[in-house]
C-alpha cells in the first residue's frame, strides 16, 4: 500500500520560509500529488497541487508565497513556503492519487493517500 511521509514542518516566525518534502513508498506514473492542510476547527483544504503532466496550481490564499515542484526522479512534491503568515498555522498533508491523473488538484476527494501531517506554526 502507498505510504506517504511528511518532513520539514516547524515554526518559524511571520516573514520567514519553510519547505515541506514528502516521501512515497510507491512510486505511480503520472499522478497527482498536493498538499493539503487544516487548521483547528477548520476543514482540510487544498494548498497546491501537481497532475501528471506537470500542471501545477496553488489556492488564492497562497499564491505568490508558495511553490510546488515535483521531483521527477522520486515523483514526489515538494512545498517551497515563503512570506510566511500566522495565518498559514495548521496541519499540512501530503497527498497522492494512483497513475494517470489529471484531475482537480486542490480537490480532496482527487487523492486516495494521505501522509500523517507535519505541523506549520508561524508566530507573529
Known amino acids: 500500500a502507498q505510504q506517504l511521509t511528511e518532513s520539514g514542518g516547524g515554526a518559524v516566525q511571520a516573514g520567514g520560509s519553510l519547505r515541506l518534502s514528502c516521501t512515497a513508498s510507491?512510486?505511480?506514473?503520472?499522478?497527482?500529488m498536493g498538499w493539503f492542510r487544516q487548521a483547528p476547527g477548520k476543514e482540510r483544504g487544498g494548498v497546491a497541487g501537481?497532475?501528471?503532466?506537470?500542471?501545477?496550481q496553488v489556492s488564492d490564499a497562497v499564491t505568490g508565497r508558495f511553490t510546488i515542484t515535483r521531483d521527477s526522479a522520486k515523483n514526489t512534491p515538494t512545498l517551497q513556503m515563503d512570506s510566511l503568515k500566522p495565518e498559514d498555522t495548521a496541519m499540512y498533508y501530503c497527498?497522492?492519487?494512483?497513475?494517470?491523473?489529471?484531475?482537480?488538484?486542490?480537490?480532496?476527494?482527487?487523492?486516495?493517500?494521505w501522509g500523517q501531517g507535519t505541523q506549520i506554526t508561524v508566530s507573529s
Open positions: 501537481v497532475d501528471g503532466r506537470g500542471r501545477a
Open positions: 497527498a497522492a492519487s494512483s497513475a494517470f491523473c489529471y484531475a482537480a488538484l486542490l480537490t480532496r476527494s482527487t487523492y486516495g493517500y
Open positions: 510507491v512510486s505511480f506514473p503520472e499522478s497527482c
